[in-house]
């Protein structure tokens, strides 16, 4: 007697890309977790405060290698088929812990970025949000191969943007973000339980390539 069984869930690592304990991205995160695990998937929770290391040095790589923490959000990228990241906005841009943690995990061989779709989200006091600074994100993301879904949400006053149990105060956007989630995470879902066509994203010059590997992080 055989027992069908389905699919795996797809599984998605979400964090907020800020320190501070009180952060309204740490907040983004937290609802947003709740919304992927929604749809089915299994959600690995993260805080930026798991991933410590020092700024990129090349010569701290060659004597040391890389850092723990650049290890331990590698392994966590690498268990996983997709992310979210909830970012702050620093000046109009993206904050330097997250690209310094972008730039130390991209030296990893075979590095994981590559193929793995990711949401982003942005929770800022500005009037328009942190837009400005998701797209700056994107940059690098996509440089290395990452899938980045392209709708991106982003919520302006944010420190007045949260109900007392985790909600978004503004109904239309508790709404769009859940609209938002949805869609990428049906896409998530099909690419991972549905592939039938071999991919072909090699903005990263590795892998099936007869190019040198280009250096990612270097003077």
Known sequence: MTTDVGPAPVRVLVFGAARRAGSTNAQLASLASGLVADAGAEVDMASMRDFDMPLYDGDVEAAEGLPAGALALCERIKRCDAFVISSPEYN??????????????????????????????????????????????????????????????????????????GRLARPESQERLAEIISGFMQLVQA?????????????????????????????
């Open 92 to 165: 109009g841009s993206v904050p330097g812990l997250l690209k310094n943690a972008i730039d130390w995990v991209s030296r990893v061989r075979p590095q994981p970025f590559k193929t793995r779709h990711a949401l982003l989200l942005s929770a800022s006091p500005s009037l328009i949000g942190g837009n400005r600074g998701l797209w700056a994100l994107r940059i690098p993301l996509e440089h290395l191969g990452t899938r980045v879904y392209p709708d991106m949400f982003s919520l302006p006053r944010a420190h007045e943007g949260f109900t007392e149990d």
């Open 191 to 219: 690419d991972v339980q549905f592939v039938c066509l071999q991919r072909r994203w090699y903005e990263f010059p590795g892998d099936r390539t007869d190019a040198p590997v280009t250096q990612r992080a270097e003077d």
